[in-house]
């Protein structure tokens, strides 16, 4: 074969999970439909299922490697603990994912199929059964999807993180013009989040992904937000002081203590280290990242960060009752004083 010995030799030490043979054996060629007459040398890679690809590119070490990628796992991968590793560590790392139940597969997993065929090596294509109890709930609620309807996703991986969701119905044209799309980097992201609340009157404001910007975003308003996690003790030891901080501060309008459960919402501005994360987002001041607060967990230190912090300076209001107390003492004075005077007098 010459130089592309030398080359299929090269790509062949790029993937440990393939096994590399070569031949001039005109028999063999014939076993994998390699016709005599064909430009040699050539290459196929036969699958277990007996699927047979073959290469059509120039014959390099790059191009051999990219082609063994692209056609060494199915053409759709169904999501398993034992297939998760050639989903989240394939070289190719945008995903295409349908989420559907093994009833409603039998109608779209054929035309999810179909679009595969077409970015395969573009794109890695997943199913997730959505009643698979080793992975069905787990994955969905990993990637925000709250439905037994079936959807399709798309994920820029790991590193990005960022999700986009199909909207429409599930037809080979409309998942054709999401995967350009999303090829292009031309969508809108998906953030996962609960129900915006009814109300939300309580000290602590319940924030959500979908009302992250009405809340948090606010220009007019100094934001103290929680970032939790209901499973998480610390998270569970730091409610007391957090709701008596915000009860005290209830009557300042300029400031908001919020939290949101950082397990079932996302935001691009939430950055979450870990729970609890606690962010301070300034008024007027909403472009730039927010400060995370390192400071001691009591009401004291919070209030003397917000206190030193807060772009609109604020006034710890008395409670009424001191207020009342305050009243009463100054009329005595008042009395007393003119007493004084008509002693005087």
Same mark, same amino acid.
């Given at each position: 074969?010459?130089?592309?010995?030398?080359?299929?030799?090269?790509?062949?030490?790029?993937?440990?999970?393939?096994?590399?043979?070569?031949? *001039?054996?005109?028999?063999?060629?014939?076993?994998?439909?390699?016709?005599?007459? !064909?430009?040699?040398?050539?290459? !196929?890679?036969?699958?277990?299922?007996?699927?047979?690809?073959?290469?059509?590119?120039?014959?390099?070490?790059?191009?051999? *490697?990219?082609?063994?990628?692209?056609?060494?796992?199915?053409?759709? /991968?169904?999501?398993?603990?034992?297939?998760?590793?050639?989903?989240?560590?394939?070289?190719?790392?945008?995903?295409? /994912?349908?989420? *559907?139940?093994?009833?409603?597969?039998?109608?779209?997993? =054929?035309?999810?199929?179909?679009?595969?065929?077409?970015?395969?090596?573009?794109?890695?294509?997943?199913? $997730?059964?959505?009643?698979?109890?080793?992975?069905?709930?787990?994955?969905?609620?990993?990637?925000?999807? #709250?439905?037994?309807? =079936?959807?399709?996703?798309?994920?820029?991986?790991?590193?990005?993180? #960022?999700?986009?969701?199909?909207?429409?119905? /599930?037809?080979?044209?409309?998942?054709?013009?999401? *995967?350009?799309?999303?090829?292009?980097? %031309?969508?809108?992201?998906?953030?996962?989040? &609960?129900?915006?609340?009814?109300?939300?009157?309580?000290?602590?404001? $319940?924030?959500?992904? %979908?009302?992250?910007?009405?809340?948090?975003? %606010?220009?007019?308003?100094? !934001?103290?937000?929680?970032?939790?996690? =209901?499973?998480?003790?610390?998270?569970?030891?730091?409610?007391?002081?957090?709701?008596?901080?915000? @009860?005290?501060?209830?009557? /300042?309008?300029?400031? $908001?203590?919020?939290?949101? &459960?950082?397990?079932?919402?996302?935001?691009? #501005?939430?950055?979450?280290?870990?729970?609890?994360?606690?962010?301070?987002?300034?008024?007027? %001041?909403?472009?730039?990242?927010?400060?995370? !607060?390192?400071?001691?967990?009591?009401? $004291?230190?919070?209030?003397?960060?917000?206190?030193?912090?807060?772009?609109?300076?604020?006034?710890?209001?008395?409670?009424?009752?001191?207020? @009342?107390?305050?009243?009463?003492?100054? #009329?005595?004075?008042?009395?007393?004083?003119?007493?004084?005077?008509?002693?005087?007098?």
């Amino acid at each position: 074969m010459g130089s592309e010995s030398y080359e299929l030799a090269a790509a062949s030490k790029l993937e440990d999970d393939v096994e590399f043979y070569q031949t *001039a054996n005109p028999d063999v060629a014939k076993l994998f439909h390699i016709d005599s007459e !064909v430009k040699q040398p050539a290459l !196929v890679m036969i699958k277990k299922d007996a699927e047979i690809h073959h290469f059509s590119s120039e014959f390099t070490k790059s191009n051999v *490697a990219e082609f063994v990628t692209a056609n060494k796992f199915p053409l759709v /991968i169904n999501l398993t603990q034992q297939t998760a590793q050639q989903v989240f560590e394939n070289p190719i790392k945008k995903q295409l /994912i349908l989420f *559907a139940t093994s009833e409603d597969s039998e109608k779209f997993l =054929p035309i999810f199929k179909e679009t595969a065929k077409q970015y395969k090596g573009k794109v890695v294509s997943v199913y $997730v059964q959505l009643d698979n109890e080793e992975v069905g709930q787990q994955v969905s609620e990993y990637f925000g999807v #709250r439905s037994d309807a =079936p959807s399709v996703l798309a994920y820029t991986g790991n590193e990005d993180s #960022r999700k986009f969701l199909m909207d429409g119905e /599930i037809s080979l044209t409309n998942i054709k013009s999401f *995967a350009e799309k999303f090829l292009e980097d %031309n969508l809108k992201p998906f953030y996962k989040s &609960d129900p915006i609340p009814e109300t939300n009157e309580g000290d602590v404001k $319940v924030v959500v992904g %979908n009302n992250f910007d009405e809340i948090v975003l %606010n220009e007019s308003k100094d !934001v103290l937000l929680e970032i939790y996690a =209901p499973w998480c003790g610390h998270c569970q030891a730091l409610e007391p002081t957090y709701n008596k901080l915000a @009860k005290h501060l209830r009557g /300042i309008d300029s400031l $908001v203590i919020a939290k949101m &459960d950082g397990s079932t919402n996302e935001h691009p #501005r939430a950055k979450a280290d870990g729970f609890p994360t606690i962010l301070f987002f300034p008024a007027g %001041n909403k472009s730039f990242d927010p400060m995370t !607060v390192d400071t001691d967990r009591t009401v $004291v230190a919070f209030y003397k960060f917000l206190k030193k912090h807060a772009s609109i300076p604020f006034k710890l209001q008395k409670p009424a009752k001191e207020e @009342k107390a305050k009243d009463i003492d100054a #009329r005595k004075s008042q009395e007393s004083e003119s007493r004084d005077s008509k002693d005087e007098l």
